[in-house]
């Protein structure tokens, strides 16, 4: 699970058994969140985080769109 950004608290990361579609998991205590980046940036599922929180996360991914979908190329090779 590599980490790609630690921002305010919440922790952007990849499963390695994931593949595609391309998204990045967050997380902030017992909270987590999955967002599909590709073809369009798409919460596929929230658990416990309020909307405003949501709002913050999407801003950090949209903020951070381009490190994140490298890393993604980085971690698994394409």
Same mark, same amino acid.
């Given at each position: @699970? #590599?980490?790609?950004?630690? =921002?305010?608290?919440? %922790? /952007?990361? /990849?499963? @390695?058994? $994931? %593949?595609? #579609?391309?998204?990045?998991? +967050? $997380?902030?205590?017992?909270?987590? !969140? %999955? +967002?599909?980046?590709? #073809?369009?940036? *798409?919460?596929?599922?929230?658990?416990?985080?309020?909307?405003? $929180? @949501? %709002? *913050?996360?999407? &801003? =950090?991914? *949209?903020?951070?769109?381009?490190?994140?979908?490298?890393?993604?190329? &980085? !971690? /698994?090779?394409?």
């Amino acid at each position: @699970m #590599p980490t790609v950004l630690y =921002i305010n608290g919440f %922790r /952007f990361f /990849f499963w @390695m058994n $994931e %593949r595609e #579609p391309i998204r990045i998991h +967050v $997380e902030k205590g017992k909270r987590n !969140a %999955r +967002v599909v980046l590709v #073809p369009e940036i *798409v919460v596929s599922y929230n658990h416990g985080f309020k909307k405003n $929180e @949501m %709002r *913050v996360i999407l &801003d =950090i991914i *949209v903020c951070n769109y381009e490190k994140i979908i490298q890393n993604w190329h &980085d !971690a /698994f090779n394409k």
